[in-house]
């Protein structure tokens, strides 16, 4: 008698759990789903506007003339890889090291603090109002647009998502293994920069990859420093093109072609962020070990 | 060949605890000397202060001194170099995860700037050898991270990696406790072979290890050293009170 009561509640436990379970897991797939299906359908929107445009003399060609067809964005492509290089120049390792300060030596002191904050600040910014600031900073007293401004630009607006990922990364490592490389005799530098730092480089690069494709897509920051320009130029000195900007102007111009241009300028974008975010990870994990957490 | 170590006078403090007083000791060459004591008495305290890894703490104070062989710890030379000559194993084996095992063992000599492959992998092999491990990993040395290995392999691939800058002394955490019977076994084992050429100072809660592996016993109680001798003294006639009532279980 007493063990049949137990079967039934058993049962009715058992149902409930069953329902539970797969009410939940149903709801993360369909979450899940919902996530990643504007971005699927952009992608496939994008090659389905874009991919009918593209073809050699796009990444061959610089821009032709209002009324002649044809001609590509070799420029931009190159324009977007300087600009993208030189914001990279600037906001890895300054991000990286601010990241360095605030979780292994600063820890808790005022300065600390105080940088923690702006860097929260600092990414809230528009990136128009950074547009304009680097544009007061560099472009006026240079008194011409360049590439350099524009790197700069996108440079600043990297450095906050890397500096808080990698204080938060530095921060998981756990204390026994500083205490392992102290206790060693290795100089407290040294142990952040070949331990501390290497243990959670997954997770720093995953932070400048963050702050990679985000500055990658921007356009209000340029429109003010690199500014655009529709011929051959890799002069850091000198106004460059770049594809959100050509994007842009293409976009909103009245021709149809300039529209096509647009759209396959916006799948090539696309394409060349996921290709470069994943060669960096494929670079970056191709020695981790067996085992190796 | 191993120092012995004199201590002074010591005193420690986390903030505003006082967690070593007065601590006086000497712990001759070449033997093991185990520490006893229950939880928060000031033992493991006192180990960090013997290689300096007390200080790495921000609120943490020193004084008082200690020698360790004809070395001031405290004047004569940095952290780090006394760090070098005064390797320590901790409670939780903490290999460097992201490196092989290889480079585990490697990692002090590599990270002081040292280079000579040959010697390197002279070095390696007989750290290993000395932390009885070479035979378990020798073929998976470059392959292998040290975090893929079992807890009892992994602490001996931390006590080979401390092996591997060549210390006078062995500084011993607890290196047991996070470990089952048998990886304790052979690194008590571990213990005996070493001490013919390093000295030896290991913290433990578990008292018929320290009668196993140690010729001489301090009991810690209260950031105070209650009583320091040989060990058979301190288990079969203990000459304080608390001492003995602390071995027989009677409290703690």
């Given at each position: 008698?007493?063990?049949?009561?137990?079967?039934?509640?058993?049962?009715?436990?058992?149902?409930?759990?069953?329902?539970?379970?797969?009410?939940?897991?149903?709801?993360?797939?369909?979450?899940?789903?919902?996530?990643?299906?504007?971005?699927?359908?952009?992608?496939?929107?994008?090659?389905?506007?874009?991919?009918?445009?593209?073809?050699?003399?796009?990444?061959?060609?610089?821009?032709?003339?209002?009324?002649?067809?044809?001609?590509?964005?070799?420029?931009?492509?190159?324009?977007?890889?300087?600009?993208?290089?030189?914001?990279?120049?600037?906001?890895?390792?300054?991000?990286?090291?601010?990241?360095?300060?605030?979780?292994?030596?600063?820890?808790?002191?005022?300065?600390?603090?105080?940088?923690?904050?702006?860097?929260?600040?600092?990414?809230?910014?528009?990136?128009?109002?950074?547009?304009?600031?680097?544009?007061?900073?560099?472009?006026?007293?240079?008194?011409?647009?360049?590439?350099?401004?524009?790197?700069?630009?996108?440079?600043?607006?990297?450095?906050?998502?890397?500096?808080?990922?990698?204080?938060?990364?530095?921060?998981?490592?756990?204390?026994?293994?500083?205490?392992?490389?102290?206790?060693?005799?290795?100089?407290?530098?040294?142990?952040?920069?070949?331990?501390?730092?290497?243990?959670?480089?997954?997770?720093?690069?995953?932070?400048?990859?963050?702050?990679?494709?985000?500055?990658?897509?921007?356009?209000?920051?340029?429109?003010?420093?690199?500014?655009?320009?529709?011929?051959?130029?890799?002069?850091?000195?000198?106004?460059?093109?770049?594809?959100?900007?050509?994007?842009?102007?293409?976009?909103?111009?009245?021709?149809?072609?300039?529209?096509?241009?647009?759209?396959?300028?916006?799948?090539?974008?696309?394409?060349?962020?996921?290709?470069?975010?994943?060669?960096?990870?494929?670079?970056?994990?191709?020695?981790?070990?067996?085992?190796?957490? | 060949?191993?120092?012995?170590?004199?201590?002074?006078?010591?005193?420690?403090?986390?903030?505003?605890?006082?967690?070593?007083?007065?601590?006086?000791l000497?712990?001759?060459?070449?033997?093991?000397t185990?520490?006893?004591?229950?939880?928060?008495?000031?033992?493991?305290?006192?180990?960090?202060?013997?290689?300096?890894?007390?200080?790495?703490?921000?609120?943490?104070?020193?004084?008082?001194?200690?020698?360790?062989?004809?070395?001031?710890?405290?004047?004569?030379?940095?952290?780090?170099?006394?760090?070098?000559?005064?390797?320590?194993?901790?409670?939780?084996?903490?290999?460097?995860?992201?490196?092989?095992?290889?480079?585990?063992?490697?990692?002090?000599?590599?990270?002081?700037?040292?280079?000579?492959?040959?010697?390197?992998?002279?070095?390696?092999?007989?750290?290993?050898?000395?932390?009885?491990?070479?035979?378990?990993?020798?073929?998976?040395?470059?392959?292998?991270?040290?975090?893929?290995?079992?807890?009892?392999?992994?602490?001996?691939?931390?006590?080979?990696?401390?092996?591997?800058?060549?210390?006078?002394?062995?500084?011993?955490?607890?290196?047991?406790?996070?470990?089952?019977?048998?990886?304790?076994?052979?690194?008590?084992?571990?213990?005996?072979?070493?001490?013919?050429?390093?000295?030896?100072?290991?913290?433990?809660?578990?008292?018929?290890?320290?009668?196993?592996?140690?010729e001489r016993t301090g009991f810690?109680?209260?950031?105070?050293l209650v009583e320091f001798d040989t060990t058979h003294k301190i288990f079969t006639n203990p000459g304080d009170?608390?001492t003995?009532?602390?071995?027989?279980?009677?409290?703690?």
């Open positions: 008698m007493m063990a049949n009561t137990q079967y039934k509640a058993g049962k009715a436990n058992h149902w409930r759990r069953f329902l539970a379970n797969h009410l939940a897991s149903g709801l993360a797939v369909a979450s899940t789903i919902i996530v990643v299906a504007p971005l699927v359908a952009i992608l496939l929107y994008l090659i389905y506007k874009g991919a009918s445009s593209l073809n050699l003399n796009f990444f061959t060609q610089i821009p032709r003339p209002v009324g002649e067809s044809g001609g590509g964005m070799a420029n931009a492509i190159v324009g977007s890889a300087v600009l993208l290089g030189l914001g990279s120049l600037l906001g890895v390792p300054l991000g990286i090291a601010a990241g360095i300060y605030l979780a292994e030596f600063g820890r808790g002191g005022r300065l600390a603090n105080f940088v923690r904050f702006t860097a929260d600040v600092l990414n809230g910014v528009p990136s128009i109002v950074m547009g304009i600031s680097v544009y007061a900073l560099i472009v006026l007293p240079q008194k011409h647009f360049s590439a350099l401004s524009g790197g700069v630009a996108l440079g600043i607006m990297m450095i906050p998502t890397i500096t808080r990922t990698t204080e938060e990364m530095l921060l998981m490592v756990p204390n026994s293994i500083r205490e392992a490389a102290l206790g060693l005799g290795v100089p407290n530098w040294r142990s952040v920069l070949s331990i501390t730092l290497k243990t959670a480089s997954p997770g720093v690069i995953t932070g400048c990859m963050l702050a990679f494709a985000r500055v990658a897509g921007e356009t209000a920051p340029l429109l003010f420093t690199a500014f655009g320009n529709n011929f051959w130029s890799t002069s850091v000195n000198e106004p460059i093109a770049a594809l959100p900007l050509q994007i842009y102007v293409y976009a909103i111009s009245p021709y149809d072609e300039w529209h096509r241009l647009a759209w396959a300028g916006a799948l090539v974008l696309i394409v060349l962020i996921v290709v470069s975010v994943a060669l960096v990870r494929y670079v970056t994990t191709r020695g981790v070990l067996k085992g190796a957490s | 060949m191993g120092v012995g170590i004199e201590v002074k006078n010591l005193n420690a403090w986390y903030g505003n605890n006082h967690t070593l007083q007065d601590i006086n000497h712990i001759p060459a070449n033997q093991a185990a520490l006893i004591g229950p939880s928060g008495c000031g033992k493991s305290t006192f180990v960090r202060c013997l290689n300096r890894m007390h200080e790495t703490n921000p609120i943490a104070k020193v004084e008082g001194s200690v020698h360790i062989g004809d070395l001031d710890v405290y004047n004569d030379a940095s952290p780090v170099e006394i760090r070098r000559r005064v390797g320590m194993v901790f409670q939780r084996p903490n290999p460097f995860p992201t490196m092989s095992i290889y480079d585990n063992v490697a990692s002090g000599l590599r990270l002081n700037g040292f280079r000579n492959r040959r010697v390197l992998d002279e070095v390696v092999e007989r750290s290993l050898k000395h932390a009885a491990l070479w035979d378990e990993v020798k073929d998976d040395l470059k392959k292998k991270s040290g975090a893929s290995l079992s807890g009892g392999q992994q602490q001996r691939l931390c006590i080979a990696r401390a092996l591997a800058v060549d210390p006078e002394v062995l500084l011993m955490d607890e290196p047991a406790s996070a470990l089952d019977p048998v990886s304790t076994a052979k690194i008590e084992d571990l213990i005996f072979q070493l001490k013919s050429q390093y000295t030896i100072v290991i913290v433990t809660h578990n008292m018929q290890q320290a009668a196993r592996v140690a810690f109680l209260s950031g105070k009170k608390r003995e009532d602390y071995i027989t279980g009677r409290f703690g």
